[in-house]
């Protein structure tokens, strides 16, 4: 990707910075200091945040993180009493105020203009946008692709711009793009939307999601809830049956992991809390190996490896913890026999994370559901294996062959 704000432009692929054209040499810090807060325009970046990007979670002095901010000023030409790019915030951290064209290298090769939109893919293109939640939270969302008209129920680790970059999300994105207009969006606490959002709840997620689908101008429309999502999707379903015209819940449970009968699966989620506090986005610890033993433990090495970066960028380990707590505290079983649209239920033969007996509950309760084995350990379908047609042969099939009722 590439992010150009005034005649500054950030090359991450050739890892470099170029000032009118010409590279600019910095330090390696200083550089994914500009790189962290390019991709996340307008937004305020916390201390805490930089600390978990930057510094992977070392301890630094204020002095420090200073020290970096002054030398990413004076790289791009801005300073500390300009604040034309790199603006302080009082105590709490900062904000790029300059405005970003982000592109890929489609857009370079091609000369196609960049203006405000950033490209995805040749074909593709995506424009972020922000709206607001019933508390006040700020919500980044996006539409890209063409077709029938699908929203994925935002869940953790995502990040609308970089999603399009990771070796674990780029290709669904692709492949959803061929047959729906995906409008997906960061969840509160992740990604693009607020990170110091302070309410992590059932209601709070699907308010944000209400916001999303009334700002993106959506009327009726197919929602798309995996993991998380699912009971979300299912929360929002209920509330607004006239809009869903078809609900597909892919490894989702009706109930989280701290409230189910079994202790072996409260403390697992107990022992995976622990880790995230303390092993958030580091690459190479035994976190990440357990991690992707959990929900990827069919990934490539390339998949493997973009866990931390993943992690790092998406939010952090603060806000991983209170996301994941609140995941596991989830319950719509009383909403099951309530919901009244059509309903797809696909879920792994052997997802770690979510039981296949959490699939079923959702399939058995729901009235009239279709459901779907697929035979994957992954929580998360990759593109390598034989699931990954079946996952979008079951969801095409649904929605598309199908009149919507």
């Not at 935002?154 to 290709?171: C, K």
Request: charged share 30%; net charge negative.
């Amino acid at each position: 990707m590439k992010f150009r704000f005034g005649d500054c432009e950030i090359d991450t692929g050739q890892h470099r910075l170029l000032v009118n054209g010409a590279i600019r040499e910095v330090e390696p810090q200083v550089f994914d200091l500009l790189r962290h807060m390019a991709e996340n325009p307008g937004r305020l970046v916390a201390h805490d945040e930089l600390i978990e990007t930057i510094w992977q979670g070392r301890i630094v002095s204020d002095s420090a993180i200073s020290a970096r901010i002054s030398a990413a000023r004076s790289a791009v030409g801005d300073d500390g009493s300009r604040q034309a790019i790199i603006k302080t915030v009082p105590k709490r951290g900062f904000r790029f105020v300059a405005d970003v064209d982000v592109l890929d290298e489609t857009d370079e090769a091609t000369g196609a203009d960049t203006d405000t939109t950033s490209r995805t893919r040749p074909g593709a293109r995506q424009r972020v946008r922000f709206c607001t939640s019933q508390d006040r939270a700020r919500i980044a969302y996006a539409k890209s692709g063409e077709g029938y008209p699908l929203v994925r129920t935002g869940h953790w680790l995502t990040h609308l711009e970089h999603d399009w970059e990771s070796p674990i999300w780029h290709p669904f994105l692709s492949r959803v793009g061929r047959d729906f207009q995906i409008t997906r969006y960061d969840q509160r606490g992740n990604g693009l939307s607020d990170w110091s959002a302070d309410a992590f709840s059932l209601d709070r997620f699907v308010e944000d999601l209400e916001a999303v689908v009334d700002a993106a101008g959506l009327d009726r429309f197919a929602l798309y809830g995996t993991s998380q999502g699912a009971p979300i999707s299912i929360a929002y379903a209920v509330r607004h049956p006239e809009r869903v015209t078809h609900l597909i819940l892919h490894g989702g449970f009706a109930i989280g992991r701290l409230l189910r009968d079994t202790e072996e699966e409260r403390e697992q989620a107990e022992a995976l809390l622990t880790l995230i506090r303390h092993s958030w986005g580091k690459a190479d610890s035994a976190f990440i190996k357990s991690f992707a033993s959990l929900f990827i433990p069919d990934s490539t090495s390339v998949q493997l490896e973009s866990l931390a970066d993943l992690q790092r960028r998406t939010t952090s380990a603060e806000n991983a913890a209170r996301l994941r707590a609140s995941i596991d505290d989830l319950d719509v079983r009383e909403l099951l026999h309530r919901v009244a649209v059509p309903t797809l239920v696909i879920h792994a033969r052997k997802d770690a994370i979510q039981p296949l007996e959490e699939g079923r509950r959702l399939a058995s309760t729901i009235p009239d559901a279709e459901f779907v084995t697929l035979e994957s350990k992954n929580h998360v379908i990759l593109d390598h294996e034989p699931a990954w047609e079946a996952l979008f042969e079951a969801i095409r099939g649904f929605v598309l062959d199908r009149p919507s009722p």
